[in-house]
C-alpha cells in the first residue's frame, strides 16, 4: 500500500512571507496529524483531524498557523507570516481510526522548513 | 515540561554487540509505548511497542522492556548491525483532554560500528 505522501520535501522562504504544506495520509485511515520537530528536538503534535473534524489543536500557534483536512482525506498546513522559529521539520502521519490506544501512526517523509 | 525524556542524544555500539537505548517518562496516565526509528532525510517509522499491562514485549532482534514503578522503559537491540543506525525515539500515549495523544522523546542517535 501507498504510503503518507508531503510535498514539497523542502522550502527557503522569508520571514514574514506564506508557506503551505500538503499531506495525502494512508487510503482509508480516519485520522491524520500534523508534527513539528525542530532539530535536536521530537516531533511534537501540532493538531489531530478525525475524518474532517478537528481533534487537538492545543499546541497549534492559531494567531499564524491554520490547517485543514478537506472531505477528511488531504490535508493543508500554512503558516502566514512565518518567523524564524518556525524552521524545522514539518511531518504529517496517519492512523486507521485514532482511537484506539495502540493505533499505530505511519510517517511521511516531511517537509523541511528554512525561514531567512 | 518534557514528559517524555532520552537522556543520551548519542550511543555508538559495535556491531554483534548489544544496543540498550533508554527513555524515562513522568506522568503515570501513560499506558503505550512505542519506539520508533528514524533514517535521514525519512519520517520515523514504527519499530515496536508495549502496553502497560505488559512488562516485556519481543520481535525479532528488538526487545521492549518496561519497568513501571521506575517510570523507564528500554529498546535492546540484539545483534546490533550496521543497517540499524538510525535515530530512535521513544513516545508515550495516553488520554490528555480526553483524546489519545502521543508524547515524543527528544531521540537517541545510534551509531553501529561495523
Known amino acids: 500500500e501507498a504510503g503518507v505522501a508531503q510535498s514539497p520535501r523542502y522550502k527557503i522562504i522569508e520571514k514574514r512571507q506564506s508557506v503551505a504544506f500538503w499531506c495525502n495520509p494512508i487510503?482509508?485511515?480516519?485520522?491524520l496529524y500534523w508534527y513539528q520537530q525542530i532539530l535536536g528536538q521530537g516531533p511534537k503534535l501540532l493538531i489531530q483531524?478525525?475524518?474532517?473534524?478537528?481533534?487537538?489543536d492545543s499546541q497549534l500557534p492559531k494567531d499564524r498557523f491554520s490547517a485543514e483536512r478537506l472531505k477528511g482525506v488531504d490535508s493543508t498546513l500554512k503558516i502566514q507570516p512565518a518567523k524564524l522559529e518556525d524552521s524545522a521539520v514539518y511531518l504529517c502521519?496517519?492512523?486507521?481510526?485514532?482511537?484506539?490506544?495502540?493505533?499505530?501512526?505511519?510517517f511521511g517523509p516531511g517537509t523541511r522548513l528554512t525561514v531567512l | 515540561d518534557q514528559q517524555v525524556k532520552q537522556n543520551s542524544p548519542s550511543l555508538s555500539v559495535q556491531e554483534g554487540r548489544i544496543s540498550i537505548l533508554n527513555c524515562d517518562y513522568t506522568n503515570s496516565m501513560f499506558d503505550y509505548f512505542l519506539w520508533y526509528k528514524k533514517y535521514p532525510a525519512e519520517g520515523p517509522t514504527f519499530l515496536i511497542s508495549?502496553?502497560?499491562?505488559?512488562d516485556k514485549n519481543e520481535d525479532g532482534r528488538f526487545t521492549v522492556f518496561l519497568n513501571k514503578s521506575a517510570k523507564h522503559l528500554s529498546l535492546h537491540i540484539v545483534p546490533s548491525q550496521p543497517g540499524d543506525s538510525a535515530v530512535y525515539f521513544c513516545?508515550?500515549?495516553?488520554?490528555?483532554?480526553?483524546?489519545?495523544?502521543?508524547?515524543f522523546g527528544t531521540g537517541t542517535r545510534l551509531k553501529v560500528l561495523a
Open positions: 502521519a496517519s492512523s486507521s481510526s485514532g482511537t484506539g490506544w495502540t493505533d499505530t501512526q505511519y
Open positions: 483531524f478525525q475524518n474532517n473534524g478537528v481533534v487537538d
Open positions: 508495549i502496553s502497560s499491562i505488559k
Open positions: 513516545a508515550a500515549s495516553g488520554i490528555t483532554s480526553g483524546t489519545y495523544k502521543y508524547i
Open positions: 487510503s482509508g485511515h480516519a485520522t
